[in-house]
Nanobody, 117 residues
Framework: QVQLVESGGGLVQAGGSLRLSCIVSGPTLNYYGWFRQASGKEREFVASMLWSGGGESYADSVKGRFTISRDKAKKTVYLQMSSLKPEDTAVYYC????????????WGQGTQVTVSS
């Protein structure tokens, strides 16, 4: 059974940086992604990558500011966020799926990121 546990969220000023971590327990799947959900809005895609490496994809709103990566030895997926903006405020979720084109079906509990102006 796949378990995902996020951490690293917090309160940061605009222009600052945060690194989110997603620790993976159980079997590793092929695709990992970060999503976010702002208050009153639907969950949206932020970034994704292949566990084997490569295949990075980013939402236009975060390109050039966020970087997704993973450490196989630590079984951890990261989201490095820089030049944060107030509109990046949301609960950030780590997700995993085994096949491209199917919905992410494994989720963590989320970690709150708040960016003050």
């Amino acid at each position: 059974q796949v378990q995902l546990v996020e951490s690293g969220g917090g309160l940061v000023q605009a222009g600052g940086s945060l690194r989110l971590s997603c620790i993976v327990s159980g079997p590793t799947l092929n695709y990992y992604g970060w999503f976010r959900q702002a208050s009153g809005k639907e969950r949206e895609f932020v970034a994704s990558m292949l566990w084997s490496g490569g295949g990075e994809s980013y939402a236009d709103s975060v390109k050039g500011r966020f970087t997704i990566s993973r450490d196989k030895a630590k079984k951890t997926v990261y989201l490095q966020m820089s030049s944060l903006k107030p509109e990046d405020t949301a609960v950030y979720y780590c997700g995993a799926r085994d096949f491209f084109g199917v919905a992410y079906n494994n989720w963590g509990q989320g970690t709150q990121v708040t960016v003050s102006s």
